[in-house]
């Protein structure tokens, strides 16, 4: 049996944490996976300035760090904005893979122009500095946004007959008006909405999270993990700052 931990990128009740792994529902996987979702212990509110960046990677490079000790065969991370991916690489030999990077390569093997569909648009920078980092930005469309702000904790639960037409309504501007060829979800938050969206639209919708999944069982059959030459060992590690660090922040978690 493969153990994956799945790192959701805020402090939340089990309940929250359901709404989350939820997301399995939504791909076949092998059944000799096992996905296991771990919260975070501290995090920003939101991802929308470089400090809240700089939290998120150190709230998940935490929550993660002792994957491969505990056992886990690979670990997922829950968030578009892949934080923590790289420093999680640096010290974990087992594969580790964010929705971002893969879900804009997986558009690209599906189509030659994808919009990114999202809640808010004050997430616009996380997709920026993805497609920049691939040289990804010509072929993006659109980043198209009804500019809500999202329910990090309950997700869309209780609110699909306000918000899934409105996704749509901006999908299909997307398809209609900018030539997108394939709408990839902007957030692993918006997950409930894949299904709607794929039976709405006449192009593939790529769905972030269960795409990691997939993808991670891939890698894992293959014999795959990332390069330890991009991705090199720090010569001092300081665990116990950074324990000590999130140790603290727990109380500022509200």
Not at 32 to 47: G, H, I, L, S
Not at 54 to 65: Q, Y
Request: with cysteine.
């Amino acid at each position: 049996m493969k153990q994956v931990l799945v790192i959701v990128p805020f402090p939340m009740s089990e309940e929250n944490l359901a709404a989350r792994r939820a997301q399995l529902a939504a791909v076949e996987l092998n059944p000799e996976m096992n996905f296991t979702f771990k919260p975070v212990r501290a995090a920003p509110r939101n991802y929308v300035s470089p400090v809240d960046m700089a939290l998120a990677d150190l709230g998940i490079f935490d929550a993660g760090r002792t994957a491969q000790k505990d056992g886990f065969d690979a670990v997922c991370i829950d968030t578009m904005s892949d934080s923590g991916v790289a420093a999680l690489r640096s010290v974990l030999t087992i594969p580790v893979i964010g929705p971002g990077r893969a879900s804009v390569l997986m558009a690209m093997m599906l189509g030659n122009r994808f919009s990114i569909l999202t809640m808010w648009q004050k997430w616009r920078h996380l997709y920026d500095k993805t497609l920049s980092d691939l040289g990804m930005t010509a072929a993006c469309a659109s980043i198209r946004s009804i500019d809500l702000a999202p329910d990090n904790l309950g997700l869309l639960d209780g609110k699909e007959d306000a918000i899934f037409p409105l996704l749509e309504a901006e999908a299909k501007r997307a398809i209609t008006e900018d030539r997108a060829e394939v709408i990839l979800l902007g957030s692993t938050t918006m997950h409930q909405a894949h299904a709607h969206l794929s039976a709405t639209l006449d192009v593939p919708v790529i769905n972030p999270g269960p795409l990691s999944y997939k993808l991670l069982e891939a890698m894992l059959g293959l014999g795959l993990s990332h390069s330890r030459s991009a991705h090199p060992t720090s010569p001092v590690a300081r665990d116990d700052m950074i324990l000590a660090m999130m140790t603290a922040a727990e109380a500022f978690k509200h």
